[in-house]
């Protein structure tokens, strides 16, 4: 009897793995296939607000659908529509920073962006299971609910900078005071043998003329070795990143019997080590992401391996862990930024002019390799360990991750021997 018990617990571990990556591959999956379409779409639409509170309702819907989930048709109806929102939110909004902060401070602004994103993802199952365990499955929800309302509350709020620029430039353009040339100029729109000024409708049909086809957009950014580099490194920090998340939990259950609260914690020194990613950031900005991306990969390498030798509950190999974590998440902290402005400052190589930057299109390349990760993670996380063990998830990650750090090397910043572009 003792036996039958101890094989159908394992079953439901096992059943429980599966599914919980599972779930995660799909959210990627939908990540993966909305990303680029959100892209395209993004860079013909003049006003980012609009878009973003789309991406929002969504993803008030793919909380629902979670919420009530009594089978596994609507908790996978919701990771998929959780997918579709966070593809369009995570690429408008980054086109949108690209808009707002100046070009010599893209490092700076995607530290910034670097540490809240790492935070969020992984300080979510801190959260979840510290309220899950003190208030229950519902207080859950009602926590990311709430978060729904303050983030549609700033989006509404939000003023762009192309709406700004609509409101300064005719205070910029009126005349001093007692100047009736200047009094005619502005009535007119124009001077004496001046062209007259493009304003409203023709503006916008002079910016779409402009701008290439989609395909050749397409062409133009995937034939960048610069910009492949990014995204398989980007593809790679997901991957290690969300393996963590399927896997760490039921690990540290399994290993040394903590609740949900423990599990939850467990998280702590994989998020502390990301508020060095604004730092990070303005070394980008100085120095270039080649050799911060490849140290991080370098670094992440062997605190990979030694994850093998967190075998038993004592209080050295909790210690062990939670050292081998910290150094997981600088290695973290040191790529996420990095790759992240890369994105731009590959983009700006051939755009001089920012207002026909495929901003929008590339970070949605950057958010499909994510996904892309996003979806291998949890699938080599949990279904590796269910069938090699805990030890072959480190050494296997620590593979991929010291051969992404030879292109890095190769790749990112442009060829090794030259700096980054400025």
């Known amino acids: 009897m003792l036996t039958s018990v101890r094989h159908m617990s394992h ?7 599966y599914w919980v990556a599972v779930s995660l591959a799909v959210y990627g999956a939908a990540l993966l296939v909305s990303s680029p379409i959100w892209g395209l779409l993004a860079d013909r639409i003049r006003n980012r607000r609009i878009p973003m509170l789309f991406g929002l309702v969504l993803l008030a819907g793919a909380t629902v659908f979670l919420c009530l ?6 908790l996978l109806m919701g990771r998929t529509l959780q ?3 966070a593809a369009l939110t995570w690429t408008v909004g980054l086109a949108l920073v690209i808009d707002t902060v100046d070009s010599k401070r893209i490092g700076v602004a995607t530290g910034w962006i670097g540490m809240s994103t790492s935070v969020a993802i992984l300080s979510a199952p801190l959260v979840g299971g510290v309220v899950y365990g003190h208030g229950g499955y519902y207080s859950v929800f009602a926590m990311c609910f709430g ?3 303050v983030d549609i509350a700033l989006r509404l709020i939000i003023v762009e900078v192309k709406e700004a620029r609509r409101w300064l430039e005719p205070a910029e353009a009126l005349p001093a005071v007692g100047d009736a040339s200047g009094v005619e100029q502005s009535k007119s729109g124009t001077a004496k043998g001046d062209e007259p000024v493009v304003t409203g409708a023709s503006s916008g049909d002079q910016l779409q003329a402009s701008r290439p086809s989609i395909l050749r957009q397409m062409w ?7 910009l492949l580099g990014a995204l398989w490194g980007t593809l790679v920090h ?3 990143q969300t393996s963590f998340d399927s896997i760490l939990p ?4 399994e290993t040394f019997g903590w609740n949900s609260t423990g ?16 730092l990070i950031g303005a070394l980008g900005d100085r120095y270039g992401p080649k050799w911060l991306a490849t140290g991080g990969f370098l670094l992440a390498t062997p605190f990979l391996v030694c994850l093998r030798f967190v075998e038993n509950d004592s209080i050295n190999h909790i210690v062990l862990l939670c050292g081998l974590l910290v150094g997981i998440g600088v290695a973290i902290a040191l790529v996420f930024g990095p790759l992240m402005a890369e994105i731009t400052w590959t983009v700006q190589e051939d755009h001089a002019d920012s207002s026909v930057a495929p901003y929008a299109l590339a970070y949605g390349f950057y958010s499909m390799a994510f996904s892309g990760g996003a979806l291998i993670g949890p699938i080599l996380g949990g279904m590796v360990r269910d069938s090699a063990g805990w030890p072959t998830v480190g050494w296997a990650l620590a593979i991929v991750s010291f051969v992404t750090s030879i292109t890095q090397l190769i790749w990112i910043g442009g060829p090794l021997r030259q700096g980054r572009s400025s």
Request: positive net charge; aromatic residues 8%; charged residues 10%.
């Open 220 to 226: 133009t950014l995937l034939r960048k070795p610069r």
């Open 69 to 74: 989930s009594s089978n596994i048709a609507m």
């Open 11 to 17: 079953v439901v571990r096992i059943l429980v793995q």
């Open 263 to 278: 599990a939850g914690l467990v998280f702590l020194p994989l998020v502390l080590p990301t508020f060095l990613s604004p």
């Open 83 to 85: 997918g579709f929102s």
């Open 238 to 240: 997901a991957l290690i």
């Open 147 to 149: 978060l729904l309302a």
């Open 250 to 253: 039921l690990f540290v259950e």
